[in-house]
């Protein structure tokens, strides 16, 4: 584990939406509405760390990119194509240039179509460390990551 754990506001999770979603019919927060990929792990170990909290995003090809506490229902919607991924990057860029402010890490579980969408991350490289794992299933590795910026 880091000495210095990194600052919540240098730091930012970005994680892709899965097709598993609890059974709604009332909007609920989208880090409690995934049950697939990395999600449940993500949740369990920061769900209830309220400033940690607000440093997760989730990318999601129907919303764009949600908070975790941003209120959804279950839908059924996937990239299936890089015009797809483009067309998403456009509409999340300028949230998630808002959001990088004063990042130095973020940490993207992500398949590849999906980052794509995160170019706005990725041409900041010069200006921080991204930490990309494109396995959604890949929590074993999010979990060192975190270790070492010190998120429990």
Do not use: F
Request: charged share 25%.
């Amino acid at each position: 584990m880091n000495p210095r754990p990194l600052p919540v506001e240098h730091g930012l999770i970005i994680v892709g939406c899965s097709r598993r979603k609890r059974p709604t019919s009332t909007p609920i927060p989208a880090l409690d509405l995934y049950e697939g990929g990395c999600i449940p792990s993500l949740r369990n170990r920061l769900g209830e760390n309220k400033p940690v909290r607000k440093r997760i995003r989730i990318l999601s090809a129907l919303h764009g990119l949600l908070s975790a506490d941003s209120l959804i229902t279950p839908y059924d919607r996937r990239l299936s194509n890089r015009a797809d991924a483009y067309a998403l990057r456009d509409r999340v860029a300028p949230q998630l240039d808002a959001d990088l402010v004063n990042v130095a890490q973020v940490l993207a579980v992500v398949e590849p179509l999906y980052l794509l969408a995160l170019e706005p991350v990725v041409r900041r490289l010069d200006a921080l460390r991204l930490h990309w794992i494109a396995d959604p299933r890949g929590w074993y590795r999010a979990a060192l990551v975190l270790d070492t910026w010190g998120w429990t």
